[in-house]
């Protein structure tokens, strides 16, 4: 079973500029995950999907990132501009169903952004 | 809010050695999952554990085990016979039962295995 694949990997982009990364879950995962992980500390909840749909998305700075899942599948987070405090990994998860006892989010490897 | 706390940024421990990790969190659920999560640098999350808070009896999985003290709101990882490759940062994860199932994570410790 293929895993939750992100791209690029890593990205440096100047202060301003935009920056889009790429999510593709695990096949059938309904929900999906995008987390903020600056150097140091956990990762941070940016925005959950179910499907299409947004679940929570309470700690997304909405001035400057952007998210969207078309047809409930493939995820695109964007940033723009960026900011030199943006520098971090952004992760993506996904997990079968939301609601469920037995539900475990699967990672993709990540991107790094440095924003200089 | 739910948080969750890691008190250790580093530990290290020598190989085949057992070495605990501690975490604590607050909640006021009283149903809802614990994790541990390894991260190597590679960056992937690596799901090493999981404990169920209405299960009483501590989670296990090979030499891996922890120590869950629900009333003190605490959840410790022990490693047993440390191998190199158990190098690398781990992280407690809190998640509801219901509702948006985030994962809430602590800041983290970095385990250095020495040879």
């Known amino acids: 079973e293929a895993g939750v694949a992100q791209s690029p990997r890593y990205k440096i982009i100047e202060k301003r500029q935009s920056v889009a990364f790429w999510c593709n879950p695990i096949?059938?995962?309904?929900?999906l995950y995008w987390y903020q992980q600056i150097l140091g500390q956990g990762p941070k909840l940016l925005i959950q999907f179910q499907n299409n749909g947004v679940v929570d998305d309470s700690q997304l700075p909405k001035d400057r990132f952007s998210a969207e899942r078309l047809k409930g599948v493939d995820s695109t987070l964007k940033i723009q501009p960026a900011k030199l405090e943006d520098s971090a990994v952004y992760l993506c998860?996904?997990?079968?169903?939301?609601?469920?006892?037995?539900?475990?989010?699967?990672f993709g490897q990540g991107t790094r952004l440095t924003v200089v | 809010a739910q948080t969750v706390t890691q008190s250790q940024p580093e530990m290290s421990v020598q190989e085949a050695e057992t070495v605990t990790l501690s975490c604590t969190y607050d909640?006021?659920?009283?149903?809802?999952?614990l994790f541990w999560y390894k991260q190597p640098p590679s960056r992937q999350m690596i799901l090493v554990i999981r404990?169920?808070?209405?299960?009483?009896q501590n989670a296990t999985e090979n030499r891996f085990s922890v120590n869950f003290q629900k009333a003190a709101k605490s959840f410790s990882l022990k490693i047993s016979d440390s191998q190199l490759g158990d190098a690398a940062m781990y992280f407690c994860?809190?998640?509801?039962?219901?509702?948006?199932?985030?994962?809430?994570f602590g800041q983290g410790t970095r385990l250095t295995i020495n040879p």
């Open positions: 404990q169920e808070a209405y299960k009483q």
């Open positions: 998860a996904s997990s079968f169903q939301q609601n469920t006892r037995n539900t475990e989010a699967f």
């Open positions: 096949s059938g995962h309904a929900t």
């Open positions: 994860a809190y998640r509801r039962l219901q509702g948006a199932q985030k994962l809430v």
């Open positions: 909640t006021s659920e009283s149903d809802y999952y």
